[in-house]
């Protein structure tokens, strides 16, 4: 049943079906994901995302084409971003549970991503460009 004794599974995992789409996975190049390489590849999705600032992200979000980057001050600001989207807002040990350094990534009525970032999220990924 796990750690949190199935307290989340009716919001979160019941609604998740088995996906009915065909793939031909031998075809598709999947090196990105390469241990050497995901981390790189991960930061320039991150990078590329049009930043979203401000009340409202939820409608700025769901307006923008392409993916969007919200970055969260700290556990308060995530919890209150996560709970206008609807996904999961529980830390533990100091970090979101669903973050990889710091990030969040979801999607949210659209097939684009929405990437909640962590001010040192970028410090994490081994990147220390500017995000404007």
Do not use: C
């Not at 598709?28 to 320039?44: G, M, N, Q, T, V």
């Amino acid at each position: 049943m796990g750690s949190s004794f199935g307290q989340f599974f009716k919001q979160y995992l019941e609604p998740i079906k088995l996906n009915d789409v065909r793939v031909d996975w031998k075809s598709i190049d999947l090196s990105f994901l390469r241990e050497d390489k995901y981390p790189r590849h991960f930061a320039d999705m991150v990078k590329n995302a049009k930043p979203v600032y401000g009340p409202d992200v939820v409608l700025k979000a769901y307006n923008i084409d392409g993916d969007v980057r919200i970055e969260y001050r700290d556990q308060a600001d995530f919890e209150r971003i996560a709970h206008q989207f609807g996904i999961f807002e529980e830390w533990k040990d100091g970090i979101p549970r669903t973050s990889y350094k710091g990030v969040v990534v979801f999607r949210y009525q659209t097939p684009r991503r929405i990437f909640l970032i962590a001010p040192d999220s970028l410090r994490q990924l081994g990147k220390d460009w500017n995000m404007a």
